[in-house]
């Protein structure tokens, strides 16, 4: 395993194929793993330039223990099987029990919050990092956050909006439904505070006429990010998709859960949302067209007096996410995380270097708008 010092979990999925082809383009050994071999075989013969990564790939049991074997000897495991909220505290064990640093895609507010409660001293004490949601729908947002707060210091009131245009994957739909059973957050005098169910807005993107609407979806994992932050008081995030019409399904879809499922037992939720989840997508979506599968991250900040815009303009919220993670293992085969325990991905990385790698490959542009 020292040759190959990154193990990407979940290599068949849309988001651990990405990782993969960007490893390559960073030029770092890597693990493909997951819980069948010929599957990521037949999905890595389609990587671009595959021929030319230096690669292994393993089969193995969604299990601590034989996750911790494949794991002994690994920097960073890339974890992308989800939704993480059911899935990912076994990654994180085995992580742990390996001595090895763990980031995955799942944004998923409640699994963000249980890595900060249950995970962050056990690696912090480790001297070893775990950063969840280390992916797009948040991290390319983060960066704007960052780059405000370095702008305008008097800033303590943080509203995100994080959008793409595209098809939600397998595992990204899962998630979308499997959040209703969940409470949506916001921080406010560093409390969190819940939504009320089904909370929508309207929201205006600058240089746009259309308002477009956006949901908390659990919160996003920003109020988690800045609970403990001195300077940060208030979080609002929002976010979703660029198409209406897939908005105000998922909408009524809330408005379904508070109506007829929200009194039945979590187990039965769960099946039940997890059936609907994929009549809505059983399919591998086509991969992203930069042209048309755009993401747009905008974060308007105040303070007393301070107040900034920034936004993040964006292509393939899916490419996004295999770059940052790939530019997060690449960082961490050669040098330690600037924090331990739980961290944000510009916390564990700086919010510049991983700006400056989307915008090495094309894929976000950040602009100070007001």
Same mark, same amino acid.
């Given at each position: 395993?020292?040759?190959?010092?990154?193990?990407?979990?979940?290599?068949?999925?849309?988001?651990?194929?990405?990782?993969?082809?960007?490893?390559?383009?960073?030029?770092?050994?890597?693990?493909?793993?997951?819980?069948?071999?010929?599957?990521?075989?037949?999905?890595?013969?389609?990587?671009?330039?595959?021929?030319?990564?230096?690669?292994?790939?393993?089969?193995?049991?969604?299990?601590?223990?034989?996750?911790?074997?494949?794991?002994?000897?690994?920097?960073?495991?890339?974890?992308?099987?989800?939704?993480?909220?059911?899935?990912?505290?076994?990654?994180?064990?085995?992580?742990?029990?390996?001595?090895?640093?763990?980031?995955?895609?799942?944004?998923?507010?409640?699994?963000?919050?249980?890595?900060?409660?249950?995970?962050?001293?056990?690696?912090?004490?480790?001297?070893?990092?775990?950063?969840? $949601?280390?992916?797009?729908? #948040?991290?390319?947002? *983060? @960066?704007?956050? /960052? &780059?405000?707060?370095?702008?305008?210091?008097? +800033? %303590?009131?943080?509203?995100?909006?994080?959008?793409?245009?595209?098809?939600?994957?397998?595992?990204?739909?899962?998630?979308?439904?499997?959040?209703?059973?969940?409470?949506?957050?916001?921080?406010?005098?560093?409390?969190?505070?819940?939504?009320?169910?089904?909370?929508?807005?309207?929201?205006?993107?600058?240089?746009?006429?259309?308002?477009?609407?956006?949901?908390?979806?659990?919160?996003?994992?920003?109020?988690?990010?800045?609970?403990?932050?001195?300077?940060?008081?208030?979080?609002?995030?929002?976010?979703?998709?660029?198409?209406?019409?897939?908005?105000?399904?998922?909408?009524?879809?809330?408005?379904?859960?508070?109506?007829?499922?929200?009194?039945?037992?979590?187990?039965?939720?769960?099946?039940?949302? $997890?059936?609907?989840?994929? #009549?809505?997508?059983? *399919? @591998?979506?086509? /991969? &992203?067209?930069?042209?048309?599968?755009?993401? +747009? %991250?905008?974060?308007?900040?105040?303070?007393?007096?301070?107040?900034?815009?920034?936004?993040?303009?964006?292509?393939?919220?899916?490419?996004?996410?295999?770059?940052?993670?790939?530019?997060?293992?690449?960082?961490?085969?050669?040098?330690?995380?600037?924090?331990?325990?739980?961290?944000?991905?510009?916390?564990?990385?700086?919010?510049?270097?991983?700006?400056?790698?989307?915008?090495?490959?094309?894929?976000?542009?950040?602009?100070?708008?007001?």
């Amino acid at each position: 395993m020292a040759d190959r010092p990154v193990v990407v979990y979940g290599a068949s999925g849309v988001s651990g194929r990405l990782t993969v082809e960007y490893l390559r383009e960073y030029n770092v050994p890597f693990v493909a793993a997951g819980r069948n071999r010929e599957r990521i075989e037949e999905v890595l013969s389609h990587v671009p330039g595959i021929a030319t990564a230096d690669y292994e790939i393993v089969q193995v049991g969604h299990t601590v223990d034989e996750l911790t074997d494949l794991l002994r000897g690994a920097k960073v495991v890339c974890n992308s099987v989800g939704p993480c909220i059911y899935y990912a505290d076994t990654v994180v064990e085995a992580a742990l029990a390996a001595g090895c640093h763990y980031i995955d895609t799942g944004g998923e507010a409640p699994w963000v919050r249980r890595v900060q409660e249950q995970w962050n001293r056990p690696f912090a004490d480790a001297g070893l990092l775990v950063a969840p $949601a280390t992916a797009y729908m #948040s991290a390319t947002a *983060e @960066t704007a956050i /960052r &780059e405000a707060q370095d702008l305008a210091p008097g +800033i %303590d009131t943080i509203e995100v909006l994080s959008m793409f245009m595209g098809y939600p994957t397998f595992g990204s739909t899962q998630t979308i439904f499997g959040q209703l059973q969940w409470e949506s957050f916001f921080l406010e005098q560093n409390e969190y505070v819940e939504w009320p169910p089904v909370t929508t807005i309207e929201a205006l993107i600058p240089g746009e006429f259309r308002t477009r609407l956006a949901l908390p979806w659990g919160g996003f994992p920003h109020p988690a990010w800045f609970k403990d932050d001195p300077r940060i008081a208030n979080v609002y995030a929002f976010g979703g998709l660029l198409d209406r019409s897939l908005m105000e399904n998922v909408v009524a879809g809330q408005r379904d859960y508070q109506e007829k499922l929200r009194a039945l037992p979590a187990e039965e939720q769960r099946r039940i949302l $997890a059936e609907i989840a994929e #009549s809505v997508q059983s *399919e @591998t979506p086509p /991969r &992203e067209n930069r042209r048309r599968q755009r993401t +747009i %991250d905008v974060v308007s900040a105040r303070g007393s007096l301070d107040s900034i815009q920034v936004v993040v303009h964006g292509q393939g919220a899916y490419l996004q996410t295999g770059l940052i993670q790939a530019f997060a293992a690449h960082h961490l085969v050669f040098q330690p995380p600037r924090a331990f325990g739980f961290a944000s991905p510009c916390s564990a990385f700086g919010h510049r270097e991983l700006l400056a790698a989307l915008e090495a490959y094309g894929l976000a542009r950040l602009k100070v708008v007001g």
